[in-house]
């Protein structure tokens, strides 16, 4: 988290350091004597497109005069797996603690 914020920080002082440059450089431009006026030229004419022909759709046939289609699909083999190998049985998992042997402690001197 505090990578984003570091992150944050320097895209928002990059960001207001850009719009200063952005002030700096309008406020430049507004002292700036104006612009002689340039002689205006008329644009010469384009030519005119030509019509180009329209494409034609081509007739469809209608539905009826297609050839109908099957009812019965026809019979396909079967495909038959091979038989699963047989699974070793799994060993039960005794439910029972086994019990520890406790020894009697040495006898105290």
Known sequence: MGYFNCFALGFFMALSFASIDVGVAARHLQQLPPMPTLPTTTLPLFPSIPNLPQP???????????????????????????????????????????????FSPPPSP
């Open 56 to 102: 034609s759709i081509p007739s469809f046939p209608r539905p009826g005069a297609l050839p109908p289609l099957p009812t019965t699909l026809p019979s396909v083999p079967r495909a038959t797996l091979p038989p699963l190998p047989s699974m070793p049985s799994v060993p039960t998992i005794p439910t029972t603690i086994p019990s520890i042997p406790f």
